[in-house]
Antibody, heavy 117, light 107 residues
Framework: QVQLQESGPGLVKPSETLSLTCTVSGGSISSYFWSWIRQPPGKGLEWIGYIYYSGSTNYNPSLKSRVSMSVDASKKQFSLKLSSVTAADTAVYYC???????????WGQGILVTVSS | DIQLTQSPSFLSASVGDRVTITCRASQGISTYLAWYQQKPGKAPKLLIY???TLQSGVPSRFSGSGSGTEFTLTISSLQPEDFATYYCQHLNSFPITFGQGTRLEIK
């Protein structure tokens, strides 16, 4: 059974780049769509984008200019970079499998990233 | 973008009650809708996909229905562990969006 685990800094300074990694265990990273979703404290869920194991991507237009995703199949990891962050980017960031391009399952446990100087 | 509007946003109910949460889409999305349950400090958990298919391991008291623009999530008999926030999510087109959530609390 696939399990996901997010990792990365919990504190990022304004205007800098947020970088997170999701490690896949218990299954193959190939032939799946891997996604990032975020949730500001006390608020709802926002889809950030997905990357296919081949490297093709699809980003939310609301974040597209600042988002970059990559995949390292040899390490069974995929990554998120979000540039020029502000306090509005403070959120719990989740990685998840976008199953059959339709629903998210499973999810990682999430990682809180705070943007503050 | 397709907007999903959940109603109600807040629901107070008792153990044993039957509750229904509605998710309305701003345009038709066929049956490309999923429902999630989220408890405080935890990741969302998939309950239902394709509008009405119960995810493996999810209790049968949960059910989903609908197509097009109106969908419902029903819990037939509330259990203490069901008090949580529920979200709908579509993937009829990109970007993927979620409803604003329905918080279900104990009366």
């Amino acid at each position: 059974q696939v399990q996901l685990q997010e990792s990365g800094p919990g504190l990022v300074k304004p205007s800098e780049t947020l970088s997170l990694t999701c490690t896949v265990s218990g299954g193959s990273i190939s032939s799946y769509f891997w996604s990032w979703i975020r949730q500001p404290p006390g608020k709802g869920l926002e889809w950030i984008g997905y990357i296919y194991y081949s490297g093709s991507t699809n980003y939310n237009p609301s974040l597209k200019s600042r988002v970059s995703m990559s995949v390292d199949a040899s390490k069974k990891q995929f990554s998120l970079k979000l540039s020029s962050v502000t306090a509005a980017d403070t959120a719990v960031y989740y990685c998840a499998t976008l199953t059959l391009l339709n629903w998210f399952d499973p999810w990682g446990q999430g990682i809180l990233v705070t943007v503050s100087s | 973008d397709i907007q999903l509007t959940q109603s109600p946003s807040f629901l107070s109910a008792s153990v044993g009650d039957r509750v229904t949460i509605t998710c309305r889409a701003s345009q038709g999305i066929s049956t490309y809708l999923a429902w999630y349950q989220q408890k405080p400090g935890k990741a969302p958990k998939l309950l239902i996909y394709a509008a009405s298919t119960l995810q493996s391991g999810v209790p049968s008291r949960f059910s989903g229905s609908g197509s097009g623009t109106e969908f419902t999530l029903t819990i037939s008999s509330l259990q203490p562990e069901d008090f949580a926030t529920y979200y709908c999510q579509h993937l009829n087109s990109f970007p993927i969006t979620f409803g604003q959530g329905t918080r279900l609390e104990i009366k």
